[in-house]
């Protein structure tokens, strides 16, 4: 009867709470307490005055709409944890707490863990329990769909002045009231359990780690399950599965502090992790996976981090590519057995021996992220030892095996080698291919790349430090990023009389240092951060005009002194604009800048979603506009058309970006070089390549906010990342495209190759960014071969503009139809065909197989009378070189014919 009686009491709560608990489970002793709350609520919708006093006020709103949108509720963005601390004004016993929120739309989640605390008047706080966890034993949220929750316990039994509680959420944490419950009088004289905390600050980042921890273990688990539970996996490795399974579950307290001082949140996370996924290896074992199992998935897809691997597809390592540019290819290694598994191999047979030094072999690191849901994309570089490579694979995952290549100095041609793995028994080896072009990827890239870096101040972005800053930095413009960017202070004003004239100049000692470390960038971008004055003077004053106009024309007078153009350096004057405030503080600043005449450029990205509403004048006194680029895509023809108008009229199109964080699909970064290429763009910039969120990329369940970085940045390290290597060949794919429309502007016009790069030129990138959509998470299914298989195509037209252009020869003509035996022969890969036509007319040659399969036409076009020679590289109409063997060349000008045999010998 007691327990119903409990029951009952519970549901009256529940049912009466359209005011507040009307059964409350003994009196709240914490109603008007003080309270302080770090760091401050910061959530622009209900932040006010009364933050102070509205989470002791006694007060709920239970309204049907959101609850962040109203002032009688507290909240947070992107800061987490969350401390608030109440004060009940004496020791107290205490039998619960409660902590009222609500989740379930517009990306505010219910919150991670609630840990509470208290403390005597010593202020030496003890933890109590995980008000998340305690409430869960009655009463869940909302699984779908929006809703309010409280979140309360009866089952404390402590004391104390000042209870704590450290809220873990992300982006969000709303609160719009807490109560704490009288205990039995008694309760003072109990000692409170565990150590004392003195730093409750220092002590949240561990309740941080143990969240993350547990959430990562409870999703594992609950993936793993249902593997166990589908249909065909035997009865008893079902058991075995799920008895491992519900022990870790059982446990979960212990596994979620199993951690230490260097913690770092790569999967397996710890013992108990590495027990939840073994059972994975059993699943596997059971359909009959070998112990490594070696296989292939499309680069940029997500690997999954429980699933069977696909060992369908053939498997190859294949790479096509020119000189001096870099492209990636991957494979796969999954662990079946009981054991991590160490993988020994080298590549063979390419250029230059074994492990040649213009391939760069990365372990791709698995690593959990603040969403809680792991990726594999960080890339730590691995060296071969006595000749050999060496990675680790965790019982029960995958590892991906990540290859970068970079020729400069090797000889094109199309290279058979292998991976040849010795240490699995018996040995394993498969396929590895290079198709190298015969063409350079220019010093300078037409498409320029920036990412708010901000590296001209140490600590802007937390972990950039003195200890990674130069590492960044070449990391950066190793991966093309030619546009760096520098905060305010870079610039600064110097010293004016009353009338805004500069009387003595501003200190370049940091402008210096900042482009000193980014000798040769294209542009340097300043995020100026202008307000509605410059110093005193208010914009559309006399002095207000005359201090912005000495000041960028100093700034531009040194950048010619250190041997630069002032048309180099770029200013965002506000962020973001979207509203007629910023447009007006940027058309002040604009029209200034712009009487100056010096050439330095104004920079914006507009928001405004429809460019009508925006300030017209203001845009017109922009140099270069930058739109988001999913705003862009989304916002219709009529907002694209606008951005193309102005860019006809002159003003430079960019685009930027955000990364959303490690969920951001990388192929979609890529794209946004095609975008580029469609639209005219010259410059793409995405936030950015330097916020971590606050904590080390290698552990984001200390991060205060979603971190952006498409690297890995530690205090006193820079790891590549696959969002960036993404980014980096999207650059290069742009440079494809600008390197065939000179080939086609260069070439003769009118023949068939011309004509078929011409309608690539045209139609590639718009058909492969109509595939793509607007989908930008990487875990939503998409095709993202499509890109990789049109700039093949590229590479292929480029190399037959460039390697098969016939040249007239008018030093006699000659009287008869002539076929010449092809020189050298035999060849490799490389040989050239002479003949010669008695009249104009049309010509064609072509090369067939022995089959009389037609591989690759050559020449058809009309020709004058003459000798004539077609230089051919052994490839076929794909880009692909044939195999060694016998070939016919055949020559038909008009009724005449004639073929010899070649032999590619290689």
């Known amino acids: 009867m007691a327990a119903v009686a409990s029951l009952m009491g519970v549901l009256a709560w529940v049912?009466?709470?359209?005011?507040?608990?009307?059964?409350?489970?003994?009196?709240?002793?914490?109603?008007?307490?003080?309270?302080?709350?770090?760091p401050a609520p910061n959530y622009e919708h209900c932040t006010d005055a009364d933050d102070v006093s509205q989470l002791t006020d006694g007060e709920y709103y239970r309204g049907e709409e959101s609850f962040w949108t109203k002032l009688a509720t507290v909240g947070w963005q992107d800061k987490n944890p969350v401390i608030v601390t109440l004060d009940l004004g004496a020791v107290q016993p205490i039998r619960g707490v409660s902590f009222n929120t609500a989740a379930g739309r517009a990306d505010v989640r219910w919150p991670l863990a609630i840990r509470i605390f208290t403390a005597g008047e010593d202020r030496q706080f003890h933890e109590i329990g995980d008000l998340v966890g305690l409430s869960a034993e009655h009463s869940s949220p909302v699984a779908t769909g929006y809703g309010t929750h409280w979140y309360w316990t009866d089952r404390l039994r402590t004391h104390g002045r000042y209870v704590s509680l450290i809220v873990w959420n992300e982006p969000f944490i709303f609160v719009d009231e807490i109560e704490v419950y009288a205990g039995e009088p008694e309760w003072v004289h109990e000692p409170l359990l565990g150590s004392a905390i003195a730093d409750l600050k220092a002590y949240a980042g561990q309740i941080g780690i143990q969240a993350g921890i547990r959430t990562r273990l409870v999703r594992d688990i609950q993936a793993l399950r249902r593997a166990a539970e589908e249909e065909g996996v035997p009865v008893e490795t079902q058991r075995d599965v799920l008895g491992e399974l519900a022990a870790v579950e059982g446990a979960l307290g212990q596994?979620?502090?199993?951690?230490?001082?260097?913690?770092?949140?790569?999967?397996?996370l710890n013992p108990w992790h590495e027990r939840v996924l073994r059972t994975q290896a059993w699943l596997w074992r059971a359909r009959g996976l070998e112990p490594l199992a070696f296989w292939r998935s499309n680069l940029w897809d997500p690997l999954p981090l429980v699933g069977m691997p696909d060992t369908?597809?053939?498997?190859?390592?294949?790479?096509?590519?020119?000189?001096?540019?870099?492209?990636?290819?991957?494979?796969n290694v999954s662990n079946s057995s009981d054991e991590p598994m160490q993988v020994l191999f080298r590549l063979s047979g390419l250029p230059g021996?074994?492990?040649?030094?213009?391939?760069?072999?990365?372990?791709?690191?698995?690593?959990?992220?603040?969403?809680?849901?792991?990726?594999a994309a960080a890339l730590p570089e691995v060296r071969?030892?006595?000749?050999?490579?060496?990675?680790?694979?965790?019982?029960?995952?995958?590892?991906?095996?990540?290859?970068?290549?970079?020729?400069?100095?090797?000889?094109?041609?199309?290279?058979?080698?292998?991976?040849?793995?010795?240490?699995v028994s018996g040995g394993r080896k498969f396929p590895l291919r290079m198709h190298l072009y015969p063409l350079d990827f220019p010093e300078k890239q037409s498409l320029h790349l920036g990412g708010w870096d901000y590296t001209d101040q140490v600590g802007h972005h937390r972990l950039v430090t003195e200890q990674n800053r130069l590492a960044l930095i070449e990391h950066l413009r190793e991966h093309l990023v030619d546009s760096p960017w520098g905060?305010?202070?870079?610039?600064p004003r110097g010293t004016h009389d009353a009338q805004g004239a500069m009387t003595a100049p501003p200190n370049t000692d940091h402008f210096d240092a900042w482009i000193e470390l980014w000798p040769d960038a294209a542009q340097y971008l300043v995020f100026a951060k202008v307000g509605t004055q410059?110093?005193?003077?208010?914009?559309?004053?006399?002095?207000?005009?005359?201090?912005?106009?000495?000041?960028?024309?100093?700034?531009?007078?040194?950048?010619?002194?250190?041997?630069?153009?002032?048309?180099?350096?770029?200013?965002?004057?506000?962020?973001?604009?979207?509203?007629?405030?910023?447009?007006?503080?940027?058309?002040?600043?604009a029209r200034a800048i712009r009487a100056a005449g010096t050439g330095v450029r104004i920079w914006e990205n507009p928001n405004h979603r429809d460019m009508d509403q925006a300030n017209q004048a203001m845009i017109d006194a922009c140099h270069v506009l930058s739109p988001h680029r999913q705003i862009f895509l989304n916002e219709g023809q009529g907002y694209r058309d606008y951005y193309v108008q102005k860019r006809d009229q002159g003003i430079g199109l960019e685009f930027y970006s955000a990364w959303a964080t490690r969920l951001f699909d990388p192929y979609t970064a890529r794209l946004t070089a095609w975008t580029s290429w469609r639209y005219g763009a010259t410059a793409m910039h995405f936030w950015s390549m330097g916020d971590t969120g606050g904590a080390s990329s290698w552990n984001e369940y200390l991060a205060s906010r979603d971190s952006y970085a498409p690297l890995f940045i530690a205090e006193d390290s820079v790891t590549a990342g696959k969002h960036l290597e993404a980014v980096r060949e999207g650059v290069q794919d742009y440079e494809y495209f600008a390197m065939l429309d000179r080939a086609i502007r260069e070439a003769a016009?009118?023949?068939?190759?011309?004509?078929?790069?011409?309608?690539?030129?045209?139609?590639?990138?718009?058909?492969?960014?109509?595939?793509?959509?607007?989908?930008?998470?990487?875990?939503?299914?998409?095709?993202?071969?499509?890109a990789d298989e049109a700039r093949i195509r590229v590479l292929a037209a480029l190399t037959t503009l460039t390697t098969a252009t016939a040249v007239a020869q008018p030093v006699t003509v000659p009287h008869e139809f002539r076929l010449d035996q092809n020189h050298p022969n035999p060849f490799n890969p490389n040989t050239t065909i002479e003949f010669s036509v008695p009249a104009r007319g049309d010509v064609e040659l072509a090369i067939y197989n022995l089959a009389g399969q037609k591989a690759r036409r050559l020449l058809r076009t009309v020709l004058a009378a003459g000798n004539h020679s077609v230089a051919w590289d052994g490839r076929d109409q794909h880009g692909r070189e044939l195999a060694s063997g016998v070939y016919i060349y055949k020559l038909q000008a008009g009724e005449q014919v004639d073929s010899r045999k070649l032999l590619l010998l290689k």
């Open 487 to 491: 905060l305010p202070w870079a610039l």
């Open 255 to 268: 596994a979620g502090t199993a951690f230490g001082d260097d913690f770092q949140a790569v999967l397996p």
């Open 15 to 38: 049912q009466d709470a359209e005011a507040g608990p009307a059964d409350r489970p003994s009196e709240n002793i914490a109603l008007g307490a003080t309270y302080t709350m770090e």
């Open 749 to 786: 016009q009118g023949s068939p190759a011309v004509e078929e790069a011409r309608r690539l030129l045209e139609r590639l990138p718009a058909s492969v960014l109509k595939a793509a959509g607007q989908e930008t998470h990487w875990l939503s299914e998409s095709d993202r071969t499509l």
């Open 384 to 423: 071969a030892e006595n000749g050999l490579y060496e990675v680790t694979v965790p019982s029960g995952m995958t590892r991906q095996v990540w290859l970068t290549f970079h020729p400069v100095d090797v000889e094109p041609g199309v290279y058979e080698g292998e991976v040849v793995v010795e240490s």
């Open 312 to 331: 369908a597809a053939e498997l190859a390592v294949e790479v096509h590519l020119m000189r001096r540019e870099y492209r990636a290819a991957a494979f």
């Open 353 to 375: 021996g074994d492990n040649p030094g213009y391939v760069i072999v990365h372990e791709v690191a698995w690593t959990d992220t603040r969403r809680g849901v792991p990726v």
């Open 534 to 589: 410059f110093e005193s003077w208010a914009m559309g004053t006399p002095e207000f005009t005359t201090a912005v106009k000495a000041w960028v024309t100093f700034w531009a007078a040194h950048m010619v002194a250190k041997g630069l153009q002032s048309e180099q350096l770029a200013l965002l004057l506000v962020d973001e604009p979207r509203e007629p405030r910023h447009d007006e503080v940027i058309l002040a600043w």
